[in-house]
């Protein structure tokens, strides 16, 4: 499922001697590396910078991830990170800086500390990755390692440290960052755009999960199983996920990725119901039965990703997708493996994805689970089903609550 403080350049807490002309807003071109969580929170982005006069026309975002955008933009501008969507940073931010064909005005690469998560509330706490978080600096410092890149070709370049798990720290964060890139700006605008910018970011989940809710309505009343993905919001990525449930989907398999499963209170009081009366969780959206260090907010929404896995009737199969060497993904392996197998449900992972897509075993791989699913759905469908409180529609396919 796919859409599409201020530091000038320099030395840290310096300014360019001579800074970028300023523009009206409207006229501005603001360019955003499409990496790590600007994947979810693009819209709040879009509507952020619109309600401040710059048109979403004029707010360009890199493409997907390729091998050829790293070497045509990214050569020579690595630095050292084990994590491999952060390395692949480098080729986005040449992208929007030597590749367009209308000069960028502001580079915008937030360094999100935390997320607004649906789960928010619900856990202890809803952090980005620390590398991911910090990952915006290592990217930047490859376009600094020799010379200024940036204030040669007149890019302002803007990278605000961003708390979006708590919306109040929001405006001041972004009003420090930004007043002297866009003209005029006062803390009052930047508030009132924030405000839009998450109502914008709102509206677009609300969308996709509405989206999920008709392939997973259609699916129960006919009785079809479909593949829930279990994964950080950088593989939605073609260069990172390798469209690996892209193939999958091929096969005739609907696919819902966790981060859009929807959440109607009829259908989570169906298939958590159960266990918030016999006292185990508090509501359809607590994780502390099964992992109470809940700081992470993608990690969070794995594990419960996987809790809707076990439960769904419908979805038969989980495909579990982490990057190499992923710190942070590695002790939810076991967990999210057990939760999803326990409840019968198939359970696949591609594990240390990297830069390289091995065609032949993906394929492979990919024709595996799709043999299973072909084999052993009806099956899945039917014991689920019996495990959850009976639904109207019969003995055929069912209404969703």
């Known amino acids: 499922m796919k859409w599409f403080g201020t530091q000038h350049s320099g030395a840290p807490g310096t300014r360019s001697e001579n800074p970028p002309e300023q523009k009206p807003r409207a006229k501005l071109r603001i360019g955003i590396p499409k990496i790590l969580n600007v994947w979810t929170t693009h819209q709040f982005w879009l509507g952020f910078f619109g309600a401040l006069g710059v048109p979403n026309s004029r707010v360009i975002f890199s493409q997907d991830t390729t091998e050829e955008q790293g070497k045509t933009h ?10 491999y969507p952060v390395k692949c940073g480098a080729g986005h931010y040449g992208e929007l800086t030597f590749g367009q064909k209308r000069d960028i005005d502001i580079l915008f690469s937030p360094m999100i500390l935390s997320l607004h998560s649906f789960l928010g509330g619900h856990v202890v706490d809803s952090l980005s990755c620390p590398r991911v978080a910090a990952g915006p600096e290592n990217i930047k410092a490859g376009f600094l390692r020799e010379k200024d890149v940036f204030a040669e070709r007149g890019i302002r370049y803007v990278s605000p440290l961003v708390s979006l798990g708590e919306p109040d720290l929001v405006p001041r964060q972004l009003f420090e960052s930004l007043e002297d890139a866009l003209p005029g700006l006062t803390l009052a605008e930047t508030t009132a755009a924030v405000d839009v910018g998450f109502r914008t970011l709102q509206r677009f989940d609300e969308e996709m999960r509405g989206r999920s809710r008709e392939v997973l309505k259609w699916c129960a009343g006919n009785d079809r199983p479909c593949v829930l993905v279990l994964a950080r919001p950088y593989h939605m990525d073609s260069g990172i996920g390798h469209e690996i449930e892209a193939d999958l989907q091929a096969y005739g398999y609907p696919i819902l990725w966790a981060q859009y499963f929807p959440l109607d209170d009829g259908l989570m009081d169906w298939i958590f119901g159960p266990d918030i009366e016999a006292g185990h969780i508090k509501s359809a959206l607590d994780i502390h039965d099964v992992w109470p260090s809940s700081y992470s907010a993608n990690t969070n929404e794995i594990l419960w990703g996987a809790k ?89 396919g069912q209404a969703l609550p």
Not at 74 to 83: A, F, L, M, N, S
Not at 361 to 371: C, D, N, P
């Open 74 to 83: 990214g050569k020579g501008r690595g630095t050292v990170d084990c994590c």
């Open 308 to 396: 809707v896995a076990a439960r769904v009737p419908w979805i038969t199969c989980a495909i579990r997708l982490t990057s190499y060497e992923c710190g942070m993904d590695q002790p939810t392996f076991t967990p999210v493996q057990q939760i999803v197998e326990r409840s019968g449900t198939l359970f696949f992972s591609f594990q240390e994805l990297d830069s390289t897509k091995a065609g032949g075993s993906v394929k492979i791989r990919v024709e595996t689970i799709a043999h299973y699913l072909e084999r052993s759905s009806s099956r899945i469908i039917a014991e689920k089903k019996a495990a959850l409180p009976a639904l109207a529609g019969g003995t055929g």
